[in-house]
C-alpha cells in the first residue's frame, strides 16, 4: 500500500477523533505516530493504532485523560498521565521537562498512569527541535531475559537521545534495551523469515532462530548482556520507581492484556538547555563540526559509510515525505482498519 | 602481593604529597583509585598511579591544579579542572552537581580541561550514598570503532549510574561503551591470554583473538554495535561538546602520550534528589523490594544467581575490607614502583 505521509496522519487523526479524543489530543497523537512511520520505524508507528484504540474502546485508555502535574520542583515534575493514550501524556511531559530546562536549565519530568508511549524518538526529538539535548525513555511489560535469568525479567524497555545540528536533521539515538525490538520478531513472524541466533530465547532459555516462540513463551535477550540489563533497570528506576508507578510484570501489555484496564506505563523525559551554557548558541555548530570529522574518518573495507545516529531515519523520511510511504503488509492491514472505522472507502 | 586496603590507600596517599599534591586532593584521589581496586575493577585502580605520576613529574598533569566553576545556572554549572588529576576534578564535580540536585531537584556539571577519571562508578556512588541518583561519564582518547568505520573513531566512553538501596549496597551500574574495556585487553596481553572474537579488529578491521594487536593498531568494538556507538556519541556530546573541549582525537591518551602535555580529557557528572519528590524518602525501600523481586524470579537451567547491578562488585570489596586484596601482578608490579617512588622496604 502506496500512502502520503500527510494522508496517514489524517487517518490517525479522524479515527481518534471518532473515538471520542479532543480534537488537539488526536492531531498531536496522530502525529508522533506518523512521525514513528516517516522514520520507517514501523514497528511503532500507525500500526499500532488499532490496538490503542481497542483499549479507548473498552476503557483502558481513557479518551478524556488530561495529564496534570502532581508535584514540582525548579528542575523537575511528576505528572499523573491519567490513563491517557502514552502519546498525550508523553508530549505533556517532554514539553514540561522543556520548559523546566529552559529556567532552571536541566529538566526530568517522571511520567505515570500512561500506556505504551510509541517511538521514544519522538519525544527527544522536541528537544533538538528547541535547541536543546533531550531525552526520553519507559518501561514495558517483561519481554526482556536478564543473565542468571529464566523468562523475562523487564520491558524492553527504550532509550532515545536528541541532540541539534546545525544544518542538519538532529542527532537521534533510539534504541531498544533488548538485543532487537519486540517489533522485529513479530514483523519476522508474521513474514515467516528466521531471525539471527542472539535475538531472542525459548521458553528453556535456549537461543532460537523462531520469532515465533515469543511472547507466548520465552524471552528476548538484553542488548550485550548485563549492560543492556543494567540500563533497562535504570530505565525501571526512572520511570516508574521514581513515580511509584507499576514496575516490571505489575505493568501490563499495551495488546494482549485485557483493554478494559489500564496497563500502568510510566516514562522519564530530559532537557538540558544548552543555550544557556557558555557557547551554548554555537553547539549545534560544534556538532556538525563532529559529524563532519566522523564522516571524514577511514571507512570500513566492505565500503558503506560512517552514518551519524537517526542518519538513516532522517533519510527515510526525506524520501517519505516527497514520494510517500510504501507501507508493509501488516502497516496496510492497520490502514485497512482504520479506514473501515471511519467509514473510508479504500 | 597480598595487601590490606587501606596500607593501598595510604601508599597512594603517600605517592601523591610526594609528587606534590596537597594533603587533602591526595588522600580523596587516592580513595578514589583503591575503592575501585576494593570492587575488584583493578584496571582503573592504583594501578595507573604510576602513570598518573609520570604526567605530574612531566607537567601534563598540575600538581597544584584546582577546579573552578566557569558558569552555573540552578540546576548545571561547567567546571574548569585547571589540568588537575582527573580524580580531582570529577569528585568537585560531582559534589557540585549533587549541591545543584539538593536545592533545584537535578544538577548537570560538565567537566573540562582534565585527566582520565578512572572507575566511573566512584562518582555516581557519591549520589547513591547521599540518597540520590547519580550518573558520570566522561569521554576518551579513541580506541573503539564505529558501524561502517576502518580504526577507531570514539573512546570507550564509560557510563555509570547509581541508586540508593535500602538496607543493602547501591544497585551500580558501570560498563564501557566498549564490547570490552581496555583494561581488559592489556590484562590479557600481560598473561599471554587470547579473548575471545568480538572484542577487538586488527588494523583492517577484521576480528581477532589476538589482545597483543591492539592499542598500537586495530580497535575494540562498540557494544551493541551501533547502539554503543550511539551512547559513546551521547557521552561525547555531554563531556566534551557541551564543555567546548577537546573531542575524539583531541584527546590525548594519558598512558601513550607525551606525558608533559594536557590531556585535554572532559566528563559530565548528574545527580537526581528523589528525596525532594513525592514518596521519595521511600525509593531506598521501593528500590529494595524490587531486588527482592527480581532475585526471585526463575533462575536459567545452567543454575547460578540474577545480580543486580554491583552486586559482585560490592561482595568483592566486602572480603577485601575483611581479608585484603590479593593483587593480579601488573597491579603488584604498580605497587612496587610506588613503594620504591616513597622509598618503602616491601
Redesign the interface.
Known amino acids: 500500500m502506496h500512502i502520503e505521509v500527510g494522508v496517514l496522519a489524517d487517518l490517525g487523526h479522524a479515527a481518534l477523533c471518532r473515538a471520542g479524543m479532543k480534537d488537539t489530543d488526536a492531531r498531536l497523537s496522530a502525529e508522533v505516530l506518523v512521525l514513528a512511520d516517516s522514520w520507517g520505524i514501523f514497528t511503532h508507528g500507525i500500526k499500532n493504532l488499532p490496538g490503542y484504540l481497542r483499549r479507548i474502546d473498552a476503557g483502558g485508555i481513557r479518551r478524556d485523560g488530561q495529564p496534570r502535574v502532581?508535584?514540582e520542583?525548579?528542575?523537575?515534575a511528576?505528572v499523573d498521565g491519567a490513563q491517557s493514550l502514552g502519546m498525550v501524556g508523553s508530549v505533556f511531559a517532554m514539553d514540561l521537562a522543556l520548559a523546566k530546562?529552559r529556567?532552571?536549565?536541566?529538566?526530568?519530568v517522571?511520567l505515570g498512569n500512561s500506556c505504551h508511549f510509541g517511538a521514544a524518538g519522538c519525544y527527544a526529538v522536541r528537544a533538538a527541535h528547541d535547541g536543546m539535548?533531550g531525552w526520553a525513555m519507559a518501561n514495558d511489560t517483561p519481554t526482556v531475559t536478564?543473565?542468571?535469568?529464566?523468562?523475562a525479567?523487564l520491558g524492553s524497555n527504550p532509550f532515545a537521545?536528541a541532540?541539534p545540528v546545525e544544518g542538519e536533521d538532529p542527532?537521534l539515538?533510539d534504541?531498544a534495551t533488548s538485543?532487537v525490538a519486540g517489533g522485529k520478531l513479530f514483523a519476522a513472524a508474521a513474514e515467516g523469515r528466521k531471525v539471527p541466533e542472539g535475538w531472542v530465547v525459548d521458553d528453556?532459555?535456549r537461543p532460537t532462530t523462531d520469532p515465533s516462540v515469543w511472547p507466548k513463551a520465552g524471552a528476548l535477550t538484553p542488548?550485550?548482556g548485563?549492560?543492556?540489563?543494567?540500563?533497562a533497570?535504570?530505565i525501571?528506576?526512572?520511570s516508574a520507581?521514581?513515580t511509584?508507578g507499576p514496575?516490571?510484570?505489575e505493568v501490563l501489555s499495551w495488546s494482549f492484556a485485557d483493554p478494559s484496564l489500564p496497563t500502568g506505563h510510566s516514562a522519564a523525559f530530559?532537557a538540558?538547555n544548552?543555550r544557556?551554557?557558555?557557547?551554548?548558541e554555537a553547539?549545534g555548530r560544534?556538532?556538525a563540526e563532529?559529524a563532519r570529522?566522523?564522516r571524514a574518518?577511514?571507512?570500513?573495507?566492505e565500503g558503506?559509510?560512517?552514518?551519524?545516529?537517526g542518519e538513516r531515519e532522517w533519510a527515510f523520511r526525506k524520501r517519505a515525505l516527497r514520494e510517500g510511504l510504501e507501507l508493509p503488509g501488516d502497516v496496510a492491514h492497520a490502514v485497512d482498519r482504520l479506514r473501515e472505522r471511519c467509514g473510508i472507502q479504500p
Open positions: 502532581i508535584a520542583g525548579p528542575a523537575w511528576i530546562a529556567s532552571a536549565g536541566f529538566g526530568y517522571g539535548l536478564a543473565p542468571g535469568a529464566r523468562g525479567v537521545f541532540a542527532l539515538l534504541f538485543t528453556a532459555g542488548m550485550a548485563h549492560k543492556g540489563y543494567g540500563i533497570l535504570m525501571e528506576v526512572l520507581v521514581v511509584q514496575a516490571m510484570a530530559l538540558m544548552v544557556a551554557m557558555p557557547g551554548g553547539l560544534r556538532l563532529m570529522r566522523i574518518l577511514p571507512k570500513a573495507p558503506g559509510r560512517i552514518l551519524l545516529p
